[in-house]
């Protein structure tokens, strides 16, 4: 008996030593699925991939396997991508990464694996993204960008999934190195055909345990906890990987939704003309032939409603109009846009329907901006319907936007019974007392503001100058708190209340008044922040101005204090450059026998930052660096072919181009940086146009460095290196001319 024993050790010593390799014969399958879960950051995900492999050749130099992605399950939250191709029209397109997944799935291709589990290429992809570009219409730099991206999914997954064996044959204890990866590898247990093994990487924090079965010469089983450390934030991941032999069932994939869904995006070009534009007669000869067979289908409704939407016929908004108007709320919850849109003409019209597409709404940032646009409803008017509509939000406690509509709620209660007396002092008492959850969430600080007014006007001064006083010291806070995201907004309003402070005590007070004024000018606007639809509100809402710069100029002027005004001179002009005329006027009225051009260039543009340096690469692969345009005021111009207001815009700026090419504006130089885009796409669109502009690929650096919160922006760089950003809507190009006439190229 011991002898027996002794001689199947052996064998099995001897099977495992032997078949350090991939044993699968020809014709065989198995499938390998694996699972990813993202944790420990606040937008999780997971994967998960079941891949059919069926041996189709083999020799002593490799092994070709039939590759086929038979499932796929992925969910990001921080990317909005979601794909389960057991319910493939659940999909989200939110996110391009849907079509690496959708490009291969039921698809063969080649993998092409040396007997060792190395993998050394694929083969048929080229293949499989040309028939999804061609299906699916694909813009020329999406199909580019999707080889790309499918190989760098492909290649590393497909690498995990199959174990590498090093060159000496491994047995109980063995130990050895990866040359390529760095990671130490131990056989710890010996199960049979099995060998328990685990890995550790430098590169990785974590570790990695692997079941190598050594008849087959693959991974029956694989797990590891490993975290890693991008841009600052730590990710873990859990992942695990498990063989079955054999041929998997897989789920009926719909094809023809996927390709209407992908269709519908806008990476294909499939209902766009030539121009970029959408194709009228294509797009209502597809809806034709498809709304019966996806009448109930949401996605196929949203993209409808997208297209139509970008329509430039003479009715082109009347037919999105009712278009919209006739499509169920429930095809649009994905689509805060559409349902945004449908909210805007329900409010006024029905409060019932339009509480329903609140429920929709209010999971999405675009909530916030329709809210803005609902209050200003009440400013001028009392339409009976909004009312009714505000009465439901206030009742509802299911989606808990008491937070963000209370202020609103106060301020229009206490405009309604402008009668009554008490309803003013309670909405008075509702603001002395508001938390700051909702003064920041519900614009409190503009409603407290509104408030006051209603106070001064009924004569409850008492009142008024403490709301006036709590509100002010509210916002000194909220201004200075480097967390609160809409601090420099809410500056804006704190210029606003010292300059209600200034009026209230400027008959009583005049020194008092002035150091008021002071600080009503010293925090108006100048930081570059992006506007929103806050923002833009709250003039229209209190009679706010952008700036009390002017006013306090003036009062200084008429106190004697010149020097002061003219460093406030220097701050308004950088503030606005398109007022630089305006204040060329005052200051030759106020200032007789000095030069203007001598104050802009040594107060102004001394103050302008120093413009970061940059190395772009232009369309044609040249370089271009700032210091290219030493000596010249160079104006950069960041856009894409993406953003709507650029491609609106573009024309006006191939005009200046022209203009710079035929002398116009001697010692000036445009540069176009295209950001977030494609070479191609932008070379097709240049082309398309006949545009002559001069771009660079931007990346993500440029545009922080030099602070791009939105598109487009010019940035004017002064032949000095110094660079002052145009504000947004202005006439730069008047602003260009009258710069380098005050400070000239070299």
């Avoid at 206030?394 to 989606?399: G, L, Q, R, T, Y």
Wanted: charged fraction near 20%.
């Amino acid at each position: 008996m011991k002898k027996l024993l002794f001689t199947l050790l052996c064998l099995l010593t001897l099977t495992q030593l032997q078949a350090q390799q991939i044993a699968i014969k020809n014709g065989d399958e198995f499938a390998i699925t694996f699972h990813t879960t993202e944790t420990g950051i606040k937008l999780p995900g997971y994967d998960a991939y079941t891949f059919q492999f069926k041996m189709l050749d083999r020799n002593a130099a490799e092994c070709k396997l039939q590759c086929t992605l038979l499932k796929v399950k992925q969910w990001h939250k921080g990317y909005g991508t979601q794909i389960n191709s057991d319910s493939i029209r659940n999909t989200s397109m939110n996110n391009s990464a849907v079509l690496i997944p959708f490009s291969i799935l039921q698809k063969n291709f080649t993998v092409i694996v040396s007997p060792k589990g190395r993998v050394i290429r694929l083969e048929g992809i080229d293949e499989l993204i040309t028939q999804a570009a061609q299906a699916w219409h694909l813009k020329a730099e999406i199909q580019q960008y999707q080889k790309a991206s499918l190989e760098a999914f492909l290649l590393p997954t497909l690498k995990r999934m199959f174990f590498e064996l090093p060159g000496q044959k491994i047995a109980y204890q063995s130990s050895w190195v990866n040359n390529e990866t760095k990671a130490d590898y131990q056989v710890t247990a010996v199960r049979g055909a099995l060998l328990d093994i685990i890995t550790t990487s430098p590169n990785v924090a974590g570790e990695e345990f692997y079941t190598f079965n050594t008849v087959t010469g693959l991974l029956e089983y694989a797990r590891s906890t490993y975290s890693l450390t991008q841009a600052g934030v730590s990710r873990q991941y859990n992942y695990n990987q498990s063989i079955s032999y054999g041929k998997s069932t897989a789920p009926t994939i719909d094809t023809a939704w996927i390709n209407m869904a992908v269709q519908f995006s806008h990476w294909s070009d499939a209902f766009n003309t030539k121009s970029m534009r959408v194709d009228s007669a294509k797009a209502f000869g597809y809806f034709n032939g498809h709304d019966a067979i996806y009448k109930n289908d949401a996605h196929y409704n949203a993209g409808k409603l997208s297209l139509v939407q970008h329509l430039e016929t003479e009715n082109a908004d009347m037919t999105y109009s009712d278009l919209l108007t006739k499509t169920p709320n429930r095809f649009l919850k994905d689509n805060p846009i559409h349902l945004s849109n449908k909210l805007q003409q329900m409010w006024s019209i029905n409060a019932d329907s339009a509480f329903n597409l609140v429920r929709y709404l209010n999971k999405y940032p675009d909530f916030n901006d329709w809210l803005q646009l609902y209050a200003r409803d009440f400013i001028d008017g009392d339409n009976a319907v909004s009312k009714q509509l505000l009465t439901l939000l206030n009742a509802d406690k299911s989606m808990n936007l008491q937070p963000q509509i209370n202020a609103l709620s106060v301020w229009v209660n206490a405009k309604s019974n402008i009668d009554k007396p008490q309803v003013l002092l309670n909405s008075y008492n509702s603001f002395m007392h508001m938390n700051d959850v909702y003064m920041k969430s519900g614009n409190g600080a503009r409603y407290a503001l509104l408030i006051y007014k209603m106070l001064v006007d009924a004569k409850q001064d008492k009142e008024a100058d403490n709301l006036l006083l709590k509100t002010t010291q509210n916002l000194e806070r909220y201004a200075v708190d480097t967390l609160n995201e809409l601090r420099f907004a809410d500056e804006n309003i704190l210029s606003y209340a010292y300059y209600l402070n200034y009026q209230s005590v400027n008959k009583t007070d005049s020194i008092k008044a002035l150091q008021y004024l002071a600080k009503a000018a010293q925090h108006s606007s100048v930081k570059k922040y992006r506007a929103t639809l806050s923002s833009l509100s709250d003039p229209l809402f209190l009679g706010s101005k952008k700036s009390y710069r002017e006013e306090y100029i003036d009062k200084l002027f008429a106190h004697g204090d010149k020097e002061t005004a003219l460093k406030l001179f220097a701050d308004h002009i950088n503030a606005d450059p398109s007022k630089l005329q305006d204040m060329e006027n005052i200051y030759q009225a106020k200032f007789e026998g000095r030069n203007f051009k001598d104050f802009f260039r040594g107060s102004v543009m001394n103050a302008w930052p120093d413009a970061p340096d940059f190395t772009l690469t232009g369309l044609n692969g040249e370089k271009r660096t700032l210091a290219d345009y030493k000596g010249k005021w160079l104006v950069l111009d960041f856009w894409g072919t993406w953003c709507a207001p650029c491609r609106k815009e573009m024309p006006k700026v191939n005009e200046f181009n022209n203009d710079l090419l035929q002398g116009k504006y001697a010692g000036v130089t445009l540069l176009g940086i295209a950001c977030n885009d494609n070479a191609i796409a932008v070379k097709k669109y240049l082309n398309e146009n006949n545009f002559g502009i001069t771009v660079a690929m931007g990346d993500s650096k440029i545009s922080g460095n030099y602070r791009i919160k939105e598109y487009p922006s010019k940035i004017l760089i002064a032949p000095n290196g110094k660079m002052i950003e145009t504000p947004s809507g202005s006439d730069w190009q008047d602003v260009i001319k009258m710069m380098k006439e005050l400070y000239g190229a070299n």
